[in-house]
């Protein structure tokens, strides 16, 4: 079984709260973010520094920005969508939607395009409709 480890998640919480650097992101970028350790069924990153691949959805100033969280793992399952990436069929996790501190956000690993942003962005949109 999968244990929480909540005391090093604060340890790089802490470190990435006090670096002081720039990020310069666009939405449709594919990046690393750090989602740390979280509570119940939310998303985890994963590895030393617990992060895991995210799709920028949307640019939110200059400090913030809204990302869907990627998995390996592919499902038939509510809130998974079918997500191609280098060949590698993965899933868009839209039920982990959320609003991340740029600081969070690493590396870029790639871009997909306006067209295909904009396919994802209308599914995003559908399964969140109220």
Same mark, same amino acid.
């Given at each position: 079984?999968? @244990?929480?480890?909540?005391?090093?998640?604060?340890? &790089?919480?802490?470190?990435?709260?006090? =670096?002081?650097?720039?990020?310069?992101?666009?939405? /449709? =970028?594919?990046?690393? +973010?750090?989602?740390? +350790?979280?509570? /119940?069924? =939310? %998303?985890?990153?994963? /590895? @030393?520094?617990? !992060?895991?691949? @995210?799709?920028?959805?949307? +640019? *939110? /100033?200059?400090?913030? @920005?809204? *990302?869907?969280?990627?998995? !390996?793992? !592919?499902?038939?399952? !509510?809130?998974? *969508?079918?997500?191609?990436?280098?060949?590698?069929?993965?899933?868009?996790? +839209?039920?982990?939607?959320?609003? &991340?501190?740029?600081?969070?956000?690493?590396?870029?690993?790639?871009?997909?395009?306006?067209?295909?942003?904009?396919?994802?962005?209308?599914? %995003?949109?559908?399964?969140?409709?109220?």
């Amino acid at each position: 079984m999968y @244990a929480k480890d909540f005391d090093k998640w604060n340890s &790089v919480k802490k470190r990435i709260q006090s =670096e002081n650097r720039q990020v310069y992101i666009r939405r /449709g =970028e594919i990046r690393w +973010v750090s989602f740390g +350790v979280n509570i /119940g069924s =939310e %998303i985890d990153g994963k /590895g @030393a520094s617990l !992060t895991r691949p @995210a799709l920028v959805v949307h +640019v *939110i /100033g200059a400090h913030l @920005a809204l *990302i869907v969280p990627l998995s !390996t793992k !592919t499902r038939e399952s !509510t809130g998974y *969508i079918p997500f191609e990436w280098k060949g590698i069929l993965q899933s868009l996790c +839209v039920h982990q939607v959320r609003v &991340v501190s740029q600081k969070r956000i690493l590396d870029r690993i790639g871009k997909i395009s306006e067209s295909r942003l904009s396919k994802y962005k209308g599914i %995003i949109s559908a399964f969140h409709s109220l």
